[in-house]
């Protein structure tokens, strides 16, 4: 049986609840009908805190370990070329859910979610899509341009506008954070700086 429609729209209901008006709306327009329900692919070696991430439950992180199996784990082909340091690799992935090689298509919006292990340092990096971020599982700290590190728990929504300069750096926990992006779908971002 094909469960994936109904456990991706629970978790889509749930995210729209949190997000500011301008993302909740193409969130709630996704149709989870056409959801695929192949199996997943592309494991890489950052699921390993896949069971620490889940193993808290919380109204977001529920439904998504259910979409487990069907997970295809990806990384950004710039960070693959030129990897920031030689374990982030190691310590860093991501599951497209919406959007261009999702579970489901969405023409104005592409979702899903980022790992990385702890005591990893995401480089400050950018994009032409505007991002919003909620944070799924683990507290970690995030900056935007120039500002001061800010530490984020679970819950916190982060915003980054059009080609915002930003960066995230995990501490002793890993980090699993739901992104959306709206706009240039198709940029992946780059890292311009430390
Ligand atoms: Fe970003």
Request: aromatic share 8%; charged share 15%.
């Amino acid at each position: 049986m094909n469960d994936v429609p109904r456990k991706l729209q629970t978790f889509l209901d749930e995210l729209a609840l949190v997000l500011p008006a301008d993302f909740a709306a193409p969130v709630r327009a996704i149709d989870t009908n056409s959801a695929g329900g192949g199996a997943g692919s592309g494991d890489l070696p950052v699921r390993r805190y896949w069971s620490v991430l889940t193993a808290g439950g919380g109204r977001l992180v529920e439904p998504l370990a259910g979409l487990a199996p069907h997970f295809r784990w990806v990384q950004n082909p710039n960070y693959v070329a030129s990897p920031p340091d030689p374990g982030f690799l190691q310590n860093y992935g991501y599951v497209v859910l919406a959007g261009p090689g999702g579970l489901v298509e969405s023409a104005d919006l592409a979702l899903g979610f980022l790992v990385l292990g702890p005591n990893t340092h995401y480089p400050t990096h950018r994009h032409p899509a505007v991002e919003v971020y909620v944070v799924g599982a683990g507290t970690a700290e995030w900056r935007k341009g120039g500002d001061p590190w800010r530490l984020e728990p679970p819950g916190r929504i982060i915003r980054h506008e059009t080609m915002m300069p930003h960066a995230t750096r995990t501490l002793a926990q890993p980090l699993l954070a739901i992104y959306l992006w709206r706009g240039d779908l198709k940029t992946h971002a780059r890292i311009t700086g430390h």
